[in-house]
């Protein structure tokens, strides 16, 4: 699939920079840590559709819990339970110094290539804060949730 292809090429650039991740799951408390998850509609779609096809499905009332808490409904402690879906955003932060500058570049890019999937597929580009966006398409009809 063209965002998993996207996906791949990030991993592949963060394993160059090597940063450590402690697993500390600093980054999904976004209000504790004072920073925000952006994505696109069409990845929010496909991380729905795939942990809904894995058993790990959300609901509307489960975002309204993430945001009083301050983080992600997939957010089990200090583990994501949302690993094969997780947008771009997640998969290049890192609080590792080490990965403070190319993390800016490697999401520009990143984001670029995903807005050209929008653009290729004719599916209108909406970006926006992570549980904003969540509550939009949980609250979309059923056929709009796609698996990218
Ligand atoms: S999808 Fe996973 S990595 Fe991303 S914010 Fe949620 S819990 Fe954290």
């Not at 609901?59 to 997780?86: F, I, K, M, N, Y």
């Amino acid at each position: 699939m063209a965002i998993e292809a996207v996906q791949l090429e990030i991993a592949e650039a963060i394993r160059n920079v090597g940063p450590i991740c402690l697993a500390s799951g600093s980054c999904c408390r976004f209000e504790a840590h004072g920073h925000r998850l952006y994505a696109s509609g069409l990845e929010v779609a496909r991380c729905v559709a795939i942990c809904e096809s894995e058993g790990r499905g959300i609901t509307a009332e489960d975002v309204a819990s993430a945001l009083e808490r301050g983080g992600c409904p997939w957010q089990d402690g200090r583990l994501c339970t949302a690993r094969a879906g997780r947008p771009i955003g997640c998969r290049v932060y890192f609080c590792d110094p080490r990965a403070g500058e190319v993390v800016p570049r490697l999401a520009e890019q990143a984001h670029q290539r995903i807005r050209a999937i929008h653009d290729e597929h004719g599916i209108e580009y909406v970006y926006g804060e992570w549980r904003t966006m969540l509550r939009d398409v949980l609250g979309a009809e059923p056929d709009l949730v796609v698996g990218g």
